[in-house]
C-alpha cells in the first residue's frame, strides 16, 4: 500500500471524500467547512488529476448557506452525476438532521467535471445518500431518515434521473438505529450493506433484493463497527467495502480512529459474508481524531485507488488518497 495527501488546508475542516474515473481523470469530490458539525456555511470541491500529473487545486462546484453533507459520484453514460444532501441550518445540528422535512437530496450533471448543471432538487428525504445505482428499469439511490424514534434506511426508485422518486423500506428494524447504506448491483441481485448507529459497536447489516425494491430481512455481518460502508464489485467479481471502524466510544479521542477494507469472497456475499477479510487502512492518532469517511475506484491496472480524510498530525482534517491491490488481503 501506498498513500499520500490530496489537499489539505488547516484553516478549514476537509471530509466526507468521494472518488471516480472520468474521462481519464481521477475526479475526487469532498466537503468543505469550518468544522463537522457546523451551523455555518458548507461547500463542494473536486480535485482532478489525469494520468502522470498532479493533483489540481481545489476547484469549487457549489456553495449553500445550509449543511452539504455527503457528496458522492457517479458515471452514468457520458455523464458526470453528483449527489448529495442537503439539511436546513438549524440551531440543533441534529434534530435538524433527523426532520425529514429539514432535508433533500440535490443533484448536478457535468459533461467535463468543471461546468455543473443544477442542482436539481429531488422529492427523495434523508440525509447521507449512496451513489446512484443503475437497475434494470431505473435508478435506485439510498438514504436513512428518522421514524418512530429509530433511524430507518429507505431506497428511491426513478425511472428519470430529472422526475419522480419513489421510496421503498429497506430496513426498518424497531430497536435498531439504521443508516448510510451502500447498495450495489452484485451478479443478478442488488446487495446493501449498511450501519448500526446506536453506538454499540454492532456490525453492519446486510440486505439482499431480487429487484432492488423489495428486500429480505436483514441480517448482521461479521464486519464490526463498520460505519458509512462504501461497496463495490471488484474485477475479480469479489466484493470490496471500505468503512470507518468504530466498535468503541463515541467520545472524542476514541471515536473514528480506524479505516478499513473488507474483501468478501463472491462465493459469500449472497450467502454469509462470514468469506472475508479485512484490510486496516489508516489509523487517526489525533486526539482530536474525526476520519473514515471513503470512496473509491478501482483503475484500468487493477489497483484500487481509496480516498479518506483524516486529522492524524494536522490542526484539522484533511483528504488523503491510498493505493493498493486485491493481493494485499
Given at each position: 500500500?501506498?498513500?499520500?495527501?490530496?489537499?489539505?488546508?488547516?484553516?478549514?475542516?476537509?471530509?466526507?471524500?468521494?472518488?471516480?474515473?472520468?474521462?481519464?481523470?481521477?475526479?475526487?469530490?469532498?466537503?468543505?467547512?469550518?468544522?463537522?458539525?457546523?451551523?455555518?456555511?458548507?461547500?463542494?470541491?473536486?480535485?482532478?488529476?489525469?494520468?502522470?500529473?498532479?493533483?489540481?487545486?481545489?476547484?469549487?462546484?457549489?456553495?449553500?448557506?445550509?449543511?452539504?453533507?455527503?457528496?458522492?459520484?457517479?458515471?452514468?453514460?457520458?455523464?458526470?452525476?453528483?449527489?448529495?444532501?442537503?439539511?436546513?441550518?438549524?440551531?440543533?445540528?441534529?434534530?435538524?438532521?433527523?426532520?425529514?422535512?429539514?432535508?433533500?437530496?440535490?443533484?448536478?450533471n457535468s459533461k467535463d467535471?468543471?461546468?455543473?448543471?443544477?442542482?436539481?432538487?429531488?422529492?427523495?428525504?434523508?440525509?447521507?445518500?449512496?451513489?446512484?445505482?443503475?437497475?434494470?428499469?431505473?435508478?435506485?439511490?439510498?438514504?436513512?431518515?428518522?421514524?418512530?424514534?429509530?433511524?430507518?434506511?429507505?431506497?428511491?426508485?426513478?425511472?428519470?434521473?430529472?422526475?419522480?422518486?419513489?421510496?421503498?423500506?429497506?430496513?426498518?428494524?424497531?430497536g435498531y438505529n439504521i443508516?448510510?447504506?451502500?447498495?450495489?448491483?452484485?451478479?443478478?441481485?442488488?446487495?446493501?450493506?449498511?450501519?448500526?448507529?446506536?453506538?454499540?459497536?454492532?456490525?453492519?447489516?446486510?440486505?439482499?433484493?431480487?429487484?432492488?425494491?423489495?428486500?429480505?430481512?436483514?441480517?448482521?455481518?461479521?464486519?464490526?463497527?463498520?460505519?458509512?460502508?462504501?461497496?463495490?464489485?471488484?474485477?475479480?467479481?469479489?466484493?470490496?467495502?471500505?468503512?470507518?471502524?468504530?466498535?468503541?466510544?463515541f467520545r472524542p479521542g476514541?471515536?473514528?480512529?480506524?479505516?478499513?477494507?473488507?474483501?468478501?469472497?463472491?462465493?459469500?456475499?449472497?450467502?454469509?459474508?462470514?468469506?472475508?477479510?479485512?484490510?486496516?487502512?489508516?489509523?487517526?492518532?489525533?486526539?482530536?481524531?474525526?476520519?473514515?469517511?471513503?470512496?473509491?475506484?478501482?483503475?484500468?491496472?487493477?489497483?484500487?485507488?481509496?480516498?479518506?480524510?483524516?486529522?492524524?498530525?494536522?490542526?484539522?482534517?484533511?483528504?488523503?488518497?491510498?493505493?493498493?491491490?486485491?493481493?494485499?488481503?
Amino acid at each position: 500500500m501506498i498513500k499520500g495527501t490530496i489537499t489539505r488546508n488547516d484553516s478549514v475542516w476537509q471530509g466526507h471524500p468521494d472518488v471516480t474515473l472520468f474521462n481519464d481523470e481521477l475526479i475526487i469530490i469532498f466537503r468543505e467547512s469550518d468544522k463537522h458539525l457546523t451551523k455555518n456555511p458548507t461547500r463542494l470541491y473536486i480535485v482532478a488529476k489525469s494520468k502522470n500529473k498532479s493533483f489540481s487545486e481545489p476547484i469549487g462546484v457549489t456553495s449553500s448557506p445550509h449543511r452539504l453533507n455527503c457528496p458522492r459520484l457517479t458515471v452514468i453514460d457520458d455523464t458526470l452525476w453528483l449527489i448529495c444532501d442537503v439539511v436546513a441550518k438549524s440551531a440543533n445540528y441534529f434534530s435538524a438532521e433527523n426532520d425529514p422535512t429539514k432535508t433533500k437530496v440535490h443533484l448536478w450533471n457535468s459533461k467535463d467535471a468543471r461546468n455543473w448543471n443544477g442542482p436539481f432538487v429531488t422529492n427523495i428525504a434523508g440525509i447521507v445518500p449512496d451513489k446512484i445505482c443503475k437497475t434494470n428499469d431505473g435508478f435506485l439511490i439510498a438514504a436513512h431518515t428518522f421514524e418512530n424514534d429509530n433511524l430507518v434506511q429507505n431506497v428511491w426508485h426513478t425511472t428519470d434521473l430529472y422526475g419522480e422518486w419513489v421510496k421503498y423500506p429497506l430496513c426498518h428494524l424497531e430497536g435498531y438505529n439504521i443508516c448510510e447504506a451502500s447498495v450495489v448491483k452484485f451478479e443478478q441481485k442488488y446487495v446493501c450493506l449498511m450501519r448500526e448507529n446506536s453506538g454499540l459497536g454492532l456490525p453492519a447489516f446486510v440486505s439482499v433484493s431480487s429487484n432492488g425494491l423489495e428486500w429480505r430481512e436483514p441480517k448482521q455481518t461479521r464486519i464490526f463497527g463498520c460505519h458509512r460502508p462504501v461497496c463495490g464489485v471488484l474485477k475479480s467479481g469479489n466484493l470490496l467495502t471500505t468503512y470507518r471502524e468504530s466498535s468503541h466510544s463515541f467520545r472524542p479521542g476514541f471515536w473514528a480512529k480506524n479505516t478499513f477494507a473488507c474483501l468478501t469472497s463472491k462465493n459469500s456475499v449472497l450467502k454469509d459474508f462470514n468469506d472475508s477479510i479485512i484490510l486496516p487502512l489508516d489509523h487517526d492518532q489525533s486526539k482530536r481524531c474525526d476520519s473514515g469517511y471513503t470512496g473509491w475506484i478501482q483503475m484500468p491496472d487493477e489497483s484500487i485507488f481509496i480516498v479518506n480524510y483524516i486529522t492524524a498530525d494536522a490542526p484539522k482534517p484533511y483528504i488523503r488518497w491510498y493505493s493498493i491491490f486485491e493481493e494485499e488481503f
